[in-house]
């Protein structure tokens, strides 16, 4: 699949799931891009960021949601899932650290 095709499809998938999200969670985000990007920078390496990453919350400097597509299909091929339902949780991941969950709060929740 290629670039554009993949931003189309999580473009579709990410505000589709926004829109179904309760409105408190709605307001959270009102403030918080969510960014949709190939993959991992140096930089975002450098700074300690795995390359098979497939999203980030990140608070400083300013808060922000990245989601990396390119990590995202490869997993979902080597899953057998489908690259919209990825974006999904992924997104659902994100937003759970946004609203203070760690790591195992938002696995208990299934969102890991």
């Known amino acids: 699949m290629d670039w554009r095709e993949l931003l189309k499809i999580a473009e579709t998938e990410v505000a589709a799931t926004i829109a179904e999200l309760p409105e408190p969670v709605r307001k959270a985000l009102l403030d918080v891009p969510v960014l949709l990007e190939k993959h991992p920078s140096q930089q975002d390496f450098a700074e300690g960021i795995e390359p098979d990453t497939l999203g980030y919350?990140?608070?400083?400097?300013?808060?922000?949601?990245?989601?990396?597509?390119?990590?995202?299909?490869s997993y979902a091929q080597d899953e057998s899932h489908p690259f919209p339902e990825e974006v999904r949780i992924t997104l659902l991941h994100e937003i759970g650290h946004l609203l203070g969950w760690d790591e195992q709060e938002v696995e208990d929740r299934g969102l890991g």
């Open 57 to 73: 919350f990140e608070e400083y400097p300013v808060a922000r949601i990245r989601l990396w597509l390119q990590n995202i299909h």
